[in-house]
């Protein structure tokens, strides 16, 4: 079945650019069924979504993110990813891809892989 | 930052009824589908509703949803201990060009 996995590092400099991928297995993320997105959830708080992306490339962002987030896909990889720059200690959070479905609910995640912004 | 708004917390012993509120605005539930969602302890949320009030397969009938105006609201029936967990609703909004928000989420507790 199909499954996604968050890889990249767990420790960023404030300031810096956190990057994160997440990896499709078991199918294609070339399905015209779903967006591809990413949540996060500071340790003790709620969710947080960040943005989305579809096959296309096409994209949609949190407001309060969207001067710093940029989403990717890698069709030729299976793979879709997060940047989000110029980040501070309120971005420490376990971070989480998910599939979108076109009707609007996230039916499969990730593990999550936690991200800590420290110096 | 949330725009759904939940009880922090909800409780009941082995067997009660317990329900979990979501108020919104029309933005969002008054305008799109709401969504449950079940985070167990240390692990990733789970879908549990879809479409208001549609389970998934795997997910027990004793899980409810339902959507009035701008609200909607989430049912347990027969709680069980398996069910202490965190519980998030969701919605796509259709303002600021469009974002999913998730509610401020509600632990339940099995007493």
């Known amino acids: 079945q199909v499954q996604l996995q968050e890889s990249g590092p767990g420790l960023v400099k404030p300031s810096q650019t956190l990057s994160l991928t997440c990896t499709v297995s078991?199918?294609?993320?070339?399905?015209?069924?779903?967006?591809w997105s990413w949540i996060r959830q500071p340790a003790g708080k709620g969710l947080e979504w960040i943005g989305r992306?579809?096959?296309?490339?096409?994209?949609n962002y949190n407001p309060s993110l969207k001067s710093r987030v940029t989403i990717s896909v890698d069709t030729s990889k299976n793979q879709f990813s997060l940047k989000l720059s110029s980040v501070t200690a309120a971005d420490t959070a376990v971070y989480y891809c998910a599939r979108l479905a076109l009707w609007g609910y996230f039916d499969l995640w990730g593990r999550g892989t936690l991200v800590t912004v420290s110096s | 930052q949330s725009v759904l708004t939940q009880p922090p917390s909800a409780s009941g012993t082995p067997g009660q009824r317990v329900t979990i509120s979501c108020s919104g605005s029309?933005?969002?539930?008054?305008?799109?589908?709401v969504n449950w969602y079940q985070q167990l302890p240390g692990t990733a949320p789970k879908l549990l509703i879809y479409s208001n009030n549609q389970r998934p397969s795997g997910v027990p009938d004793r899980f409810s949803g339902s959507k009035s105006g701008t609200s909607a609201s989430l049912a347990i029936s027969g709680l069980q201990s398996e069910d202490e967990a965190d519980y998030y609703c969701a919605a796509w909004d259709d303002s600021l060009n469009g974002h999913y928000v998730f509610g401020t989420g509600t632990k339940v507790t099995v007493l």
């Open positions: 078991g199918g294609s993320i070339n399905s015209a069924d779903y967006y």
């Open positions: 029309s933005s969002n539930i008054g305008s799109n589908t």
């Open positions: 992306i579809y096959t296309s490339g096409s994209t």
